[in-house]
T-cell receptor
């Protein structure tokens, strides 16, 4: 099956710093999503970005589908950004309804005041 | 107006018991999923239902039985609970779009708040 690798596995930042999280995937995809799992365990949708670039406030994401990677940028980090960031993909060519996401192992971000 | 809701949020039970987790979505989606997040935070698909029809059953023990009474609901019943079933279970939904003979989800998946199951 498709492999989804995220780096770095752990990241500690001072408040106000910027960071880049990376997601590599081993096959063509139809769907790529970034999630933030907050300390309460909720999975929050950040971006639906199978290709291209999107921005939402201090966060932005870029997916280069032809090179099979995606990047999540966090600028001016805040303590509320702490948590685990997941990249997840749906491989191309799946049968009807078999559109489940394959998750990476996540990047655990800790933002220190 | 919660998009994907699950009940209960926490479930603590003894080994050998039978329990159910309920999931409902009000997004009008036609596909629903159950994912399991283990103690190392790894998320993996368990089941997928499209228009109430089971599509994916990813090597899950048959003690787990999903039921979809309609497109908006996907419940998970677990028989004879074991210690290893302790995890967080997430329900999700999406809308599938068909193009020619290949069907893919071009829309986002949305997740419920999760149910933390602890088996003692």
């Amino acid at each position: 099956g498709i492999q989804v690798e995220q780096s770095p596995p752990d990241l500690i930042l001072q408040e106000g710093a910027n960071s880049t999280l990376r997601c590599n995937f081993s096959d063509s995809v139809n769907n790529l999503q970034w999630f933030h799992q907050n300390p309460w365990g909720q999975l929050i949708n950040l971006f639906y970005i199978p290709s291209g670039t999107k921005q939402n406030g201090r966060l932005s994401a870029t997916t280069v589908a032809t090179e099979r990677y995606s990047l999540l940028y966090i600028s001016s980090s805040q303590t509320t950004d702490s948590g685990v960031y997941f990249c997840a993909v749906v491989p191309r060519g799946r049968q009807t309804g078999a559109n489940n996401l394959f998750f990476g192992t996540g990047t655990r971000l800790t933002v220190i005041p | 107006d919660t998009a994907v809701s699950q009940t209960p949020k926490y479930l603590v039970t003894q080994m050998g018991n039978d329990k159910s987790i309920k999931c409902e979505q009000n997004l009008g989606h036609d596909t629903m999923y159950w994912y399991k997040q283990d103690s190392k935070k790894f998320l993996k698909i368990m089941f997928s239902y499209n228009n109430k029809e089971l599509i994916i059953n990813e090597t899950v023990p048959n003690r787990f039985s999903p039921k979809s009474p309609d497109k908006a609901h996907l419940n998970l019943h677990i028989n004879s609970l074991e210690l290893g079933d302790s995890a967080v279970y997430f329900c999700a939904s999406s809308q599938v779009i068909s193009r020619l003979w290949v069907t893919s989800s071009y829309n986002e998946q949305f997740f419920g708040p999760g149910t933390r199951l602890t088996v003692l």
